[in-house]
């Protein structure tokens, strides 16, 4: 998972260079901690001009807070909700009131919209409220409807033998048939950017297997029709990834973030909860953000408690090069993904810390993307780097594992016996070297 870049034409492709080689500089800026308050103000005014609230998108305003490094939707506190009336007053003391309060009965968490206090100043009492001792049996579980992020930065490409200046990578045409890899097993891909219903449906085979959102496909071009949105492509690319490495796994999308690649904790909860009730035995998640302060999420925390046991949930480490965990990856129940370049070494941008579980090649990656109307051409494939997508690599290959009748745990325990050294990288967990399936 990719940070967000600054605003300049980073977006933009660049189809002049071999599609082998990545602009350093622009990777670095995409994967910068600290997302730029000139973007936020971008992205709003780009839902401003939005005819029709996107479900996928925040309720609300975005907000930086914590020195920069956590985004946060504006006046909303997330909480168990038999700590509403503790939480309520313990902020009315800070001098904040609240609004209106958001039951989830499903889990027992609730969303409570307050005003009379700065983003920043909130932030400061529910960092105090979370680490009052005076509760020690119970102490308040405490955070925010948190703001989630994911890659934007691609190039993309065509497959060998069509005409083009991006014609430079060979990347195999049609879907392999009848190969039994994740044959019987569900993936669930929780992201966004998928392809807009008005695009001509690929005909290459690889999306055969795959259900659309049930909200209906976005799309893409909601700001400007001659332009893709920032994260246009990035689920179609993940999805692309599982259905290379199982291509007879069935995948399920779900749009947790819209077009620009931003959504909302709250959000996220529903997927994962939607997905789990769909029958996933795999859920992939390739966004996520930033718990700098380890102030955890009560949503996202309940919702994946509520995943059973024989659910595996893969999520993406993150890229800003950082230990500070990135959620839902470090959450217990989850299996989270780092990133690894050709030679199978960790790359520097990398997130990191003992909480990774595996790395996965990261860059380059090769997969299905959505059609640009700067370039309509037919089944659309795209070059792209972060651990977003190493983590589809690793979910489709414990697909493969759950199809030849692995459990969930003896299909991670195959992953780490196959391993390169004889034990797990402190830092970035054990080291896969996975079969590049295009």
Same mark, same amino acid.
């Given at each position: 998972?990719?940070?967000?870049?600054?605003?300049?034409?980073?977006?933009?492709?660049?189809?002049?260079?071999?599609?082998? *080689? /990545?602009?350093?500089?622009?990777?670095?800026?995409?994967?910068?901690?600290?997302?730029?308050?000139?973007?936020?103000?971008?992205?709003?005014?780009?839902?401003?001009?939005?005819? *029709?609230?996107?479900?996928?998108?925040?309720? +609300?305003?975005?907000?930086?807070?914590?020195?920069?490094?956590?985004?946060?939707?504006?006046?909303?506190?997330?909480?168990?909700?038999?700590?509403?009336?503790?939480?309520?007053?313990?902020?009315?003391?800070?001098?904040?009131?609240?609004?209106?309060?958001?039951?989830?009965?499903?889990?027992?968490?609730?969303?409570?919209?307050?005003?009379?206090?700065?983003?920043?100043?909130?932030?400061?009492?529910?960092?105090?409220?979370?680490?009052?001792?005076?509760?020690?049996?119970?102490?308040?579980?405490?955070?925010?409807?948190?703001?989630?992020?994911?890659?934007?930065?691609?190039?993309?490409?065509?497959?060998?033998?069509?005409? +083009?200046?991006?014609?430079?990578?060979?990347?195999?045409?049609?879907?392999?048939?009848?190969? +039994?890899?994740?044959?019987?097993?569900?993936?669930?891909?929780?992201?966004?950017?998928?392809?807009? $219903?008005?695009?001509?449906?690929?005909?290459?085979?690889?999306?055969?297997?795959?259900?659309?959102?049930?909200?209906?496909?976005?799309?893409?071009?909601?700001?400007?029709?001659?332009?893709?949105?920032?994260?246009?492509?990035?689920?179609?690319?993940?999805?692309?990834?599982?259905?290379?490495?199982?291509?007879?796994?069935?995948?399920?999308?779900?749009?947790?973030?819209?077009?620009?690649? /931003?959504?909302?904790?709250?959000?996220?909860?529903?997927?994962?909860?939607?997905?789990?009730?769909?029958?996933?035995?795999?859920?992939?998640?390739?966004?996520?953000?930033?718990?700098?302060?380890?102030?955890?999420?009560?949503?996202?925390?309940?919702?994946?408690?509520?995943?059973?046991?024989?659910?595996?949930?893969?999520?993406?480490? @993150?890229?800003? +090069?950082?230990?500070?965990?990135?959620?839902?990856?470090? %959450?217990?129940?989850?299996?989270?993904?780092?990133?690894?370049?050709?030679?199978?070494?960790?790359?520097?941008?990398?997130? %990191?810390?003992?909480?990774?579980?595996?790395?996965?090649? $990261?860059?380059?990656?090769?997969?299905?993307?959505?059609?640009?109307?700067?370039?309509?051409?037919?089944?659309?494939?795209?070059?792209?780097?972060?651990?977003?997508?190493?983590?589809?690599?690793?979910? @489709?290959?414990?697909?493969?594992?759950?199809?030849?009748?692995?459990?969930?745990?003896?299909?991670? *325990?195959?992953?780490?016996?196959?391993?390169?050294?004889?034990?797990?990288?402190?830092?970035? @967990?054990?080291?896969?070297?996975?079969?590049?399936?295009?």
């Amino acid at each position: 998972m990719a940070q967000l870049p600054p605003p300049d034409d980073a977006i933009v492709p660049d189809r002049a260079k071999d599609a082998r *080689e /990545f602009d350093e500089a622009r990777l670095a800026a995409a994967r910068s901690p600290r997302l730029s308050r000139e973007l936020l103000r971008r992205y709003e005014e780009f839902r401003g001009a939005q005819e *029709e609230v996107d479900e996928a998108s925040p309720r +609300g305003r975005i907000e930086l807070v914590g020195q920069g490094s956590r985004l946060i939707v504006r006046g909303q506190v997330a909480t168990v909700t038999r700590q509403v009336e503790r939480v309520i007053a313990g902020l009315r003391d800070h001098g904040w009131s609240v609004d209106d309060v958001l039951h989830d009965e499903r889990i027992g968490v609730s969303l409570l919209a307050g005003s009379g206090l700065s983003a920043e100043d909130l932030y400061a009492a529910v960092l105090r409220l979370s680490r009052d001792l005076n509760e020690p049996l119970d102490p308040l579980a405490i955070g925010f409807d948190d703001v989630t992020y994911e890659a934007i930065v691609f190039k993309p490409v065509k497959p060998q033998g069509s005409t +083009g200046e991006a014609d430079r990578v060979a990347v195999t045409s049609e879907r392999p048939r009848g190969t +039994g890899r994740g044959a019987g097993v569900t993936v669930a891909v929780i992201d966004g950017g998928f392809e807009a $219903a008005s695009a001509p449906p690929r005909t290459d085979g690889w999306f055969d297997n795959v259900t659309a959102p049930s909200d209906g496909l976005p799309s893409l071009n909601q700001a400007d029709p001659e332009r893709l949105d920032p994260g246009a492509g990035h689920g179609s690319f993940v999805t692309g990834i599982i259905a290379s490495v199982a291509p007879d796994a069935k995948i399920r999308q779900y749009r947790a973030v819209d077009s620009w690649g /931003f959504g909302s904790a709250w959000r996220l909860k529903d997927m994962i909860l939607e997905a789990v009730a769909d029958g996933a035995q795999i859920i992939n998640i390739s966004l996520g953000f930033d718990d700098p302060d380890l102030l955890g999420s009560p949503a996202i925390s309940a919702a994946l408690h509520q995943v059973p046991a024989e659910v595996l949930v893969v999520a993406a480490a @993150g890229n800003a +090069g950082t230990s500070v965990p990135m959620l839902p990856a470090a %959450h217990k129940v989850a299996v989270a993904i780092g990133g690894l370049n050709e030679d199978q070494i960790p790359v520097a941008w990398s997130n %990191h810390g003992p909480w990774v579980d595996f790395s996965a090649l $990261a860059i380059p990656v090769i997969s299905t993307y959505v059609v640009d109307p700067l370039d309509p051409q037919p089944n659309p494939f795209g070059l792209w780097a972060g651990t977003s997508f190493a983590a589809p690599k690793v979910a @489709g290959e414990l697909a493969v594992l759950l199809g030849e009748g692995a459990t969930p745990s003896a299909a991670l *325990e195959r992953l780490r016996a196959s391993a390169a050294g004889d034990h797990p990288d402190p830092n970035f @967990g054990f080291l896969l070297k996975l079969p590049d399936q295009f």
